[in-house]
């Protein structure tokens, strides 16, 4: 079994500030992809970013990054320059190899922006 | 846009009816999933498929029946609606990418049994 825990339920920043949102997961698989996924007030879930875990470079996606840390089992999300649009619940997820491409999810972190 | 149409899109009705919610794909993916979503669970998978009428339990399948008679077509039914389905259901579909594969979401559908 896969296992995601989110251990801030709220987070709160700054407007232009930096936030790290945390996520540590579990998996048998050698073989597996990480998520991290954003939902506004109108619950469409959006995916902010993707990581193999093959690869050692950790992902970007303009102000989003990631810190991957295989071996603790590790992968926070960066938010750089926050913006009031970043103000939103986020998901961690994980898709472990063979399993059909089902992901495994976080119960999120609600971000708060203040101006 | 990840060519994902749900509908209904919300849906009030009484403890004992029948409820299906559509999901629909323009893209003619292979899997396709079922999740819902509560409070203090983030998104628990309910069912998915992995073709036409290949189809297999998620984590919270009971009360849930689901059919794929087509690729673009994921129904999902409650045969027998309960509070405790009181939910946003959520429609997702696997888009390879790289040597893997993301998932996309549907909108939502709102379900509330009265």
């Known amino acids: 079994a896969q296992t995601v825990t989110q251990s801030q339920p709220e987070m709160s920043v700054q407007e232009a500030e930096t936030v790290t949102l945390s996520c540590t997961y579990d998996?048998?698989?050698?073989?597996?992809?990480l998520f991290w996924y954003k939902q506004p007030p109108s619950r469409q879930m959006i995916l902010v970013i993707r990581?193999?875990?093959?690869?050692?470079q950790n992902a970007t996606e303009n102000r989003f990054s990631v810190n991957f840390q295989k071996a603790a089992k590790s992968f926070s999300l960066k938010i750089s320059d926050s913006q009031l649009g970043d103000a939103a619940m986020y998901f961690c997820?994980?898709?472990?190899?063979?399993?059909?491409?089902?992901?495994?999810f976080g119960k999120g972190t609600l971000l708060t922006v203040n101006p | 846009d990840a060519g994902i149409t749900q509908s209904p899109r919300h849906k009030v009705t009484e403890t004992g009816t029948p409820v299906t919610l559509r999901c629909h794909q323009t893209?003619?993916?292979?899997?396709m999933y079922w999740y819902r979503q509560d409070p203090g669970h983030g998104l628990r998978l309910i069912h998915y498929?992995?073709?036409?009428?290949?189809?297999d339990k998620g984590e919270v399948s009971d009360g849930y029946s689901v059919s794929r008679s087509k690729t673009e077509d994921f129904l999902l039914t409650l045969e027998s609606a309960t509070s405790s389905q009181t939910s946003v259901y959520f429609c997702?579909?696997?888009?390879?990418?790289?040597?893997?594969?993301?998932?996309?979401f549907g909108e939502g559908s709102w379900l509330t049994v009265v």
């Open positions: 998996t048998s698989e050698s073989d597996y992809y």
């Open positions: 498929s992995y073709g036409v009428k290949d189809t």
């Open positions: 997702a579909i696997s888009v390879k990418q790289g040597s893997g594969n993301t998932i996309y």
């Open positions: 893209e003619n993916h292979r899997y």
């Open positions: 997820a994980l898709n472990s190899g063979g399993s059909n491409y089902k992901l495994t």
């Open positions: 990581q193999e875990a093959y690869k050692q």
